[in-house]
């Protein structure tokens, strides 16, 4: 070991970080990889629950479309008797 191991970084030396920071970081790395995965899982899960509640509200609109279409000929059958 020479007397220009310990040389700050300013004055041209190479200053590593400290081994405990790089698995440190690794750590904190992986852990919001962690994060993330589970947050995508949960935008998949929401996505597919959204677009089942957005065919049953198709499929009931257009149930209701159906039934005002009846109500309507209802009517008219109505007002051709009464005349």
Do not use: C, H
């Not at 790089?22 to 993330?36: F, G, H, S, T, V």
């Not at 677009?51 to 198709?58: F, G, N, P, R, Y």
């Not at 009931?60 to 008219?76: A, C, R, W």
């Amino acid at each position: 070991m020479s007397a220009f191991d310990d040389e700050p970084a300013a004055w041209g030396g190479v200053v590593s970080p400290p081994q405990g920071d790089i698995i440190k970081d690794a750590l904190r790395k992986e852990e919001l990889l962690k994060e993330i995965a589970a947050s995508q899982q949960d935008l998949r899960t929401i996505l597919a629950r959204v677009q089942s509640v957005q065919k049953e509200v198709d499929k009931l609109t257009s149930g209701n479309e159906t039934l005002q279409m009846y109500i309507d000929n209802l009517t008219v059958q109505m007002a051709k008797r009464r005349t």
